[in-house]
T-cell receptor
Framework: DGGITQSPKYLFRKEGQNVTLSCEQN?????MYWYRQDPGQGLRLIYY???????QKGDIAEGYSVSREKKESFPLTVTSAQKNPTAFYLC????????????FGAGSRLTVL | GNSVTQMEGPVTLSEEAFLTINCTYT??????LFWYVQYPGEGLQLLLK?????DKGSNKGFEATYRKETTSFHLEKGSVQVSDSAVYFC?????????????FGKGTSLLVTP
């Protein structure tokens, strides 16, 4: 079945450590996205990529980094510069049609101890 | 950029009650509008969408109409079930420097009791 796979589902890290969240899709979508979800704040856009080897900062990019070396993969690194990294992270990809529909993965919950 | 505001929850209803979750938007141009649903511990699933004024999106008994005159996209369902308990997000498309993204409201938690 086609879809988006995020791993790990749960991750615990000590303060000051970098951590990389994986996002893989087999939908053949060009555009991919990372959102952060906090209770009561909805989803906020971290980074997005419209095509391989290109990505753009979203609304809350500080303390995060991404790469897009393959169409299928869009990993997100949460660096030690991110002041409040504990959150639920959602990866998505966009259908190539004009309706801008996003398909989401199941999410990764990062807890920094 | 474009933004949405949706009613805060939590909303608690009895089974078979009528549901309305309000969503209004601020936008330049004519964005596409969406409702997504999130069940506990999961990602978001598209519930319905509308791409132009007066369009009605519908799915699984839920409906929402794109109202340009009131800049609204309220979600309705005539008779809710316990299985509808989830968090509902209103969203709209936003043209960015490079391509498009979706901007989301803060979410409305719905609890349906038997």
């Amino acid at each position: 079945d086609g879809g988006i796979t995020q791993s790990p589902k749960y991750l615990f890290r000590k303060e000051g450590q970098n951590v990389t969240l994986s996002c893989e899709q087999n939908l053949n979508h060009d555009a991919m996205y990372w959102y952060r979800q906090d209770p009561g704040q909805g989803l906020r856009l971290i980074y997005y990529s419209q095509i391989v080897n290109d990505f753009q900062k979203g609304d809350i990019a500080e303390g995060y980094s991404v790469s897009r070396e393959k169409k299928e993969s869009f990993p997100l690194t949460v660096t030690s510069a991110q002041k409040n990294p504990t959150a639920f992270y959602l990866c998505a990809s966009r259908y190539p049609s004009g309706a801008n529909v996003l398909t989401f993965g199941a999410g990764s919950r990062l807890t920094v101890l | 950029g474009n933004s949405v505001t949706q009613m805060e929850g939590p909303v608690t209803l009895s089974e078979e009650a009528f549901l309305t979750i309000n969503c209004t938007y601020t936008a330049t141009g004519y964005p596409s509008l969406f409702w997504y649903v999130q069940y506990p511990g999961e990602g978001l699933q598209l519930l319905l969408k509308a791409t132009k004024a007066d369009d009605k999106g519908s799915n699984k008994g839920f409906e929402a109409t794109y109202r340009k005159e009131t800049t609204s996209f309220h979600l309705e369902k005539g008779s809710v079930q316990v299985s509808d308990s989830a968090v509902y997000f209103c969203a709209l498309s936003d043209r960015r420097n490079s391509g498009y993204a979706l901007n989301f409201g803060k979410g409305t938690s719905l609890l349906v009791t038997p």
